[in-house]
């Protein structure tokens, strides 16, 4: 059988979020206070809402990015470094050629799309069949830190996409807006170097995972075993681990749980995706992206 790992290429691993607002949008604080709140963070996006905000002022963060969140009434999407001329006869409607054109034009320019807090079922939030009817987006927003658990998870509508054969990456914001909304969820990446282009190849290439507090030495594969090394360290592995890996339709392939520092699953070949979540004791947890297993 092949199963392609993302988490092939070496670097370091790199911790940032991509969906954040000012009070360029709906936020509650000025750029500058919004970098000084993800101080220690290796890069940050600012995604206002229907806005391009310009990255400027005083930073300690090493990389940015540009991103705008494509606002509707019904569906919201985030856009990575998108071009600036999506701006000029710029629409929010939510169709899914207005949709797939902002998508089209952002990764010809080198970024990419992600459909965010597909769950937020009170106000914005995506139909899986509307999800299915796009192309050539990157990811699902599986974590949203906005504060509402039953509305900012979203490993349901990955998963349903997912098990079509359709290919996307998770990833973890926080969405933040107030106070107490930074720092909850964000993507740990594997980079070359930090710069922009090497974190977008990395991520890209679905080399990260999302974080919300614990994570990943590394994922390999040993002939038809995924092995998934943890955060390890002499604290660390006193702790408890609860090890989950899930394959297609969400289906519960094997569960480790101990003061362990390492997981693994031997692939039967039929999983059509293998992807692991962890918790730490206390509750702090980090979500691989998908292993594809292909019968040969
Ligand atoms: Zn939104
Ligand atoms: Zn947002």
């Given at each position: 059988m092949k199963i392609a790992n993302p988490y092939t290429n070496q670097g370091t691993w790199l911790k940032g979020s991509f969906h954040n607002h000012t009070t360029n949008s709906d936020g509650w604080f000025p750029l500058e206070t919004v970098y000084k709140m993800y101080g220690?963070?290796?890069?940050?996006?600012?995604s206002d809402h229907d806005k391009i905000?310009?990255?400027?002022?005083?930073?300690?963060?090493?990389t940015v990015f540009e991103a705008i969140e494509v606002s509707s009434r019904q569906t919201h999407m985030l856009l990575v470094q998108p071009p600036h001329k999506i701006m000029e006869d710029y629409s929010n409607e939510f169709t899914i050629e207005n949709y797939q054109r902002f998508v089209d034009l952002t990764v010809e320019n080198g970024g990419f799309a992600v459909l965010v807090h597909p769950n937020r079922f009170f106000s914005n939030y995506w139909n899986l069949e509307d999800m299915l009817a796009m192309d050539r987006y990157l990811g699902v927003?599986?974590?949203?830190?906005?504060?509402?658990?039953?509305?900012?998870?979203a490993f349901d509508k990955w998963d349903a996409i997912l098990s079509t054969g359709y290919r996307v990456w998770g990833f973890g914001n926080d969405d933040s807006h107030v106070y107490g909304q930074e720092k909850r969820a964000w993507n740990v990446v594997m980079a070359e170097e930090n710069t922009t282009e090497a974190i977008i190849r990395a991520i890209k290439a679905g080399n990260f995972y999302v974080s919300t507090g614990y994570?990943?030495?590394?994922i390999r594969v040993e002939g038809n075993t995924i092995v998934a090394d943890l955060r390890s360290n002499e604290l660390l592995d006193k702790m408890y681990k609860y090890v989950t890996f899930f394959g297609k339709d969400g289906k519960v392939l094997k569960e480790s749980t101990g003061r362990i520092s390492q997981a693994q699953y031997e692939c039967q070949g039929n999983e059509g995706y293998v992807r692991v979540?962890?918790?730490?004791?206390g509750g702090y947890s980090a979500f691989s992206q998908p292993l594809f297993v292909e019968k040969e």
């Open positions: 220690g963070y290796d890069f940050l996006g600012i905000t310009k990255h400027e002022g005083k930073r300690e963060i090493p927003e599986v974590y949203n830190g906005d504060g509402n658990p039953e509305y900012d998870i994570g990943f030495e590394g979540a962890v918790y730490l004791e």
